[in-house]
């Protein structure tokens, strides 16, 4: 029924057996019929050693045993990857709270850092990382029904943060371990890494970015003011998809790994992939109703705001410092986010979207749902569990997630002293260091 919004309950009791930590407590959660969720940065290291050294990146123990603190679950402000305990424990939490959802948006970064100068990455292990994320999606969900839709992340590649223009191997290798995905890898991900999956039968499209060709940090780059440089030939076809969306009244998610700015303000593309990029998100704004990375595993928002004299598009993101009063909040055309991650560099945390699957706002976000593991605890208590964090709705009164809502609250970070202001600087490390 088009213009509807149907509604079923989750039953979630049970799964916050100790509440005591969280002051928050929903026994269930009403939420529509469709739904996402994205988990990103998983990293799992297959090498982690519990009751290891940190300073070895938990490969291995010291012979001061004082040192050996690495945790069954993981290590909080360490290098350390992902241990199989903490990955086996959010994908069952999924599998077994969120079977209806439609697809998973991954921003990248499956495989383990290359930090252990002792224990350097083999290329045949950076596949074995893609491969094993690819088994772990096909061991714990029902892939004829749901997309699991990833992205290249900056240690997802044979040498860390760098990719050369395609075609090349790494795109042919994962084009075959991907393919149980079923994702629409055309000559565009040959050549590009990049590739547009749309969901339910057309009615809107996720449009998967390689960020390795805008990424500062990729040596092997050209600045895309180069012509038929891979980012400037990435921007092209962005530019012709977002069009193509607008002409077609088809709105548009676009995921990637690397956001265009940190936390900091840190421009973190080439300058003019960097100036480009923003005036074509904000350009588009209007067909663009989700922008999801990763990377930093902080969860924090990033607007994009137009100059109407100009015809020109800024962009800001918020960290912990409040610079609120001296930026215009007025002209937010688009809103960023980061979602924090598995990997324990704060709290292990995945995110739940819920969308209106509405005829004329199909795609357009309503809420989500922040789940996160208290690391401590779950290594205190030798069980991780999986608890909401927060729910925007409720922390941030929205009734939506588009420009407009955020712009109002936007409004109430103006003030210091807000309510809504501190739930933000307390998220952004998944409430903890
Ligand atoms: C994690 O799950 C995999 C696949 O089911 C299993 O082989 C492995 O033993 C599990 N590891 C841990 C530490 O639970
Ligand atoms: C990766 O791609 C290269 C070039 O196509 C090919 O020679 C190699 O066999 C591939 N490796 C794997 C593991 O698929
Ligand atoms: C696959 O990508 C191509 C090129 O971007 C696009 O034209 C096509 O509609 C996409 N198909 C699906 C099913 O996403
Ligand atoms: C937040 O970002 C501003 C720049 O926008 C920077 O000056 C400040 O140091 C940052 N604060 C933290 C805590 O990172
Ligand atoms: C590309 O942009 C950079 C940074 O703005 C600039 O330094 C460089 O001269 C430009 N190159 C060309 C060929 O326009
Ligand atoms: C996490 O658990 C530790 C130890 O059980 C506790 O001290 C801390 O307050 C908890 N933090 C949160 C955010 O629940």
Same mark, same amino acid.
């Given at each position: 029924?088009?213009?509807?919004? @149907? ?17 928050? /407590? ?35 123990? &010291? %012979? ?6 690495? !945790? =069954?679950? !993981? ?21 077994? $709270? ?16 290359? /930090? ?14 893609? /491969? /094993? ?31 050369? =223009? ?25 050549? !590009? ?9 057309? =009615? ?39 069009? $193509? ?25 080439? %300058? &003019? ?11 588009? &704004?209007?067909? +663009?109703?989700?922008? @999801?990375? !990763? ?23 918020? $960290?912990?410092?409040? +610079? ?16 924090? &991650? ?23 976000? =309503? ?60 998220? +952004? ?5």
């Amino acid at each position: 029924m088009q213009g509807q919004v @149907f509604f079923k309950y989750l039953i979630l009791s049970g799964l916050f057996l100790d509440s005591k930590n969280i002051g928050l /407590r929903y026994d269930r959660i009403i939420y529509k019929e469709y739904s996402l969720f994205f988990i990103i940065n998983l990293h799992v290291d297959p090498y982690y050693l519990e009751s290891s050294d940190p300073t070895s990146f938990c490969h291995r123990y &010291s %012979p001061n045993p004082i040192l050996n603190i690495a !945790g =069954k679950f !993981g290590i909080l402000s360490t290098p350390c990857d992902t241990p199989y305990p903490l990955t086996n424990a959010t994908f069952e939490f999924m599998r077994s $709270n969120f079977k209806d959802i439609d697809f998973i948006i991954y921003t990248g970064d499956a495989v383990r850092h290359d /930090r252990d100068k002792l224990f350097k990455r083999t290329e045949d292990q950076v596949l074995d990382g893609h /491969r /094993r994320v690819v088994e772990y999606i096909q061991q714990y969900f029902d892939l004829s029904k749901i997309k699991f839709m990833p992205s290249l992340g900056n240690n997802d590649e044979f040498a860390h943060n760098q990719l050369p =223009k395609g075609p090349n191997d790494l795109f042919s290798n994962l084009s075959q371990i991907w393919a149980p995905l079923n994702l629409n890898l055309t000559t565009h991900f040959l050549n !590009g890494g990049y590739y547009r999956q749309d969901i339910h039968s057309n =009615k809107f499209s996720v449009l998967n970015l390689n960020s390795m060709y805008f990424y500062k940090k990729n040596k092997l780059l050209e600045d895309c003011n180069i012509t038929d440089s891979a980012g400037a030939l990435q921007l092209e076809w962005l530019e012709r998809e977002l069009k $193509n969306a607008r002409q077609e009244k088809r709105m548009v998610y676009i995921s990637q790994h690397v956001p265009p700015m940190d936390d900091t303000n840190v421009e973190l593309y080439s %300058p &003019s992939c960097f100036y480009s990029y923003v005036q074509l998100i904000g350009k588009y &704004s209007d067909v +663009i109703c989700g922008h @999801f990375t !990763g990377h930093t595993d902080k969860d924090t928002l990033a607007f994009v705001t137009a100059d109407k004299e100009k015809d020109k598009y800024s962009i800001f993101a918020l $960290n912990e410092t409040h +610079i609120l009063s001296t930026i215009a909040t007025n002209n937010v055309v688009l809103t960023l986010t980061n979602a924090p &991650s598995v990997k324990p560099t704060h709290n292990p945390a995945i995110r739940l979207y819920e969308y209106s699957t509405t005829y004329r706002n199909f795609g357009v976000l =309503k809420d989500y749902i922040q789940y996160f593991v208290n690391l401590t605890e779950a290594n205190e208590i030798g069980e991780a569990i999986w608890r909401v964090e927060y729910i925007a709705s409720r922390t941030y009164g929205m009734n939506s997630l588009g420009a407009r809502d955020w712009a109002m609250v936007l409004k109430e970070f103006e003030s210091p002293d807000s309510e809504t202001w501190r739930s933000y600087v307390k998220h +952004i490390t998944v409430s903890g260091p």
